[in-house]
């Protein structure tokens, strides 16, 4: 800081998670996620259409950058993009991609997230316990690098490790909502790692 001046580079922005601002999971024919059976039992409220984010992304990026934001932080939906073990959506990555080029037309740095506690719910909700998620989620990382790698410089890879494995396999926060299941949470963590150091090795 010079003269109570922000450095130069200093981004200033707000941030998003999908699942929570996109709308359009868990409903018939809608993809679904790890929050399906939650939902359906009536653990949680229905996502619903959110804020519609996903139909009026411009609305939002029309906001922050009236706000005099310079970044954007988005995170791109695994269950949107890939909502079966057999097919990825093209048009949903595309989708992703005019996001984050209508966050650079509007001079704001994209901040993109691969996974903010949500995943498709063909993996099952103990996905991050399975020998072969950090493998998976190299290969989800491979997809979305190579689409939108050209447009953006700064990724996360897991948003808050320590929260989701302690959400879902300790403290009933997130599914499978296990209480004081010790040895999944060092077991999660320890895969969750793995897929970070993955997932970094992918966008390098």
């Known amino acids: 800081m010079h003269g109570g001046a922000l450095p130069e580079g200093f981004l200033a922005g707000v941030a998003t998670a999908g699942f929570q601002i ?35 992304p411009e609305e939002a990026l029309d906001r922050a950058a009236g706000l005099g934001c310079n970044s954007f932080r988005l995170g791109v939906e695994w269950a ?41 719910s063909w993996l099952g909700e103990d996905f991050w316990l399975r020998p072969d998620a950090p493998e998976r989620f190299r290969g989800w990382a491979e997809l979305v690098v190579d689409t939108l790698a050209p447009m953006v410089r700064h990724w996360i890879t897991v948003n808050e490790i320590n ?36 997932r970094y090795e992918v966008i390098h």
């Open 22 to 56: 996109e709308g359009g999971f868990n409903g018939p024919g809608q993809p679904a996620n790890n929050w399906l059976a939650w939902e359906q039992a009536g653990r949680v409220e229905p996502s619903g259409n959110a804020v519609g984010f996903w139909e009026r």
């Open 80 to 120: 949107r993009v890939v909502p079966d073990d057999r097919h990825v959506d093209r048009a949903a990555l595309i989708g992703y991609r005019d996001v984050v080029r209508g966050c650079v037309d509007r001079g704001m740095e994209p901040l993109v997230t691969l996974h903010h506690f949500t995943h498709p």
């Open 163 to 198: 929260v989701l494995a302690m959400g879902s396999w300790l403290l009933v926060m997130f599914p499978p909502g296990r209480i004081m299941a010790v040895e999944d949470v060092l077991i999660a963590e320890d895969n969750l790692l793995a897929a970070h150091v993955a």
